[in-house]
């Protein structure tokens, strides 16, 4: 077996002697959004610095470990806290989680983020539901050598972000009476925010909002056949449409103004995925 598929299974294993329910649902709670993780009962945690090959996150405001238990009824994984190229790992190293979490049996991957509002319509704590990605940075978690065992050398990318269940998902939030936004989400590695030119491209190429992850985890996962749905916390306007300086404490405190509507809404998603 190749190194990776050795690693894969290595850190399968070590997760696996931990559980006794085997999840579908995984989750990866962004910044200011780990709170979520609290909402899951009897909960097992994991941290990454036990399972073998994980690297271990650097980032303030991300715990890293995984919690693992019941939400609405359904047993899910969740990572509090995710590696981030801007870290300086490897693209493969910060989406070997979605490796492992495909590997331990997980169908449905509901990414999280918090993000800054390149469409003039958004607004601060606004979330919005990712419809697609750019990803222009030359960065991709699939250069390199090809697993066929694990996806496609040349993945299709023309539904990542699964369209069907989208629709649902936005039906069920207009019942709870969320207004859920829907956009497109540039990807940009950090960690300085982008400057005011940088954003105002952004918009004129199709992005709806800026942010530092997801992308390279929703890649990989569609290369893994995993079904994905993103959802992106407005905590900021981009750089040039919001006047004042970025910094990453407003970040985390528009997260937590949002998390009830955040934590309502990803549970319903959980429940219908
Ligand atoms: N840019 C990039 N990442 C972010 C932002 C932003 O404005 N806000 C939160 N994460």
Redesign the pocket.
């Known amino acids: 077996m190749d190194s990776l598929l050795i690693k894969i299974n290595e850190a399968q294993h070590y997760i696996e002697s931990k559980l006794s329910e085997k999840p579908k649902i995984g989750l990866v709670l962004g910044?200011g959004l780990g709170i979520l993780a609290d909402a899951i009962e009897s909960p097992v945690y994991i941290q990454y610095d036990e399972i073998p090959h994980f690297p271990i996150s650097t980032v303030q405001g991300h715990a890293g470990r995984f919690v693992v238990g019941n939400l609405c009824g359904k047993t899910v994984i969740a990572m509090q806290g995710r590696f981030h190229y801007y870290e300086g790992y490897s693209m493969q190293a910060i989406t070997f989680p979605v490796r492992v979490m495909k590997a331990i049996g997980v169908e449905h991957l509901i990414l999280t983020?918090?993000?800054?509002g390149v469409n003039k319509s958004f607004k601060a704590g606004d979330l919005m539901l990712i419809t697609d990605h750019i990803n222009l940075t030359g960065a991709s978690p699939l250069i390199g050598k090809n697993e066929d065992e694990l996806g496609p050398r040349f993945p299709d990318a023309s539904n990542i972000y699964d369209k069907t269940f989208n629709k649902r998902v936005l039906e069920e939030a207009s019942r709870l009476g969320i207004d859920l936004k829907e956009g497109v989400y540039f990807y940009?590695t950090?960690p300085a925010?982008?400057t005011p030119a940088e954003v105002k491209l952004a918009g004129i190429l199709g992005g709806d909002a800026?942010?530092?992850s997801t992308a390279p985890e929703a890649l990989v996962a569609a290369h893994a056949s995993l079904k994905v749905t993103g959802i992106s916390c407005i905590?900021?306007m981009?750089?040039g449409i919001q006047v004042t300086a970025?910094n990453h404490k407003e970040?985390v405190e528009t997260a937590n103004l949002v998390k009830k509507t955040f934590i309502e809404l990803v549970k319903k998603i959980v429940e219908i995925a």
């Open positions: 910044s983020n918090a993000a800054g940009n950090g925010y982008e800026v942010g530092m905590t900021n981009a750089a970025l970040v």
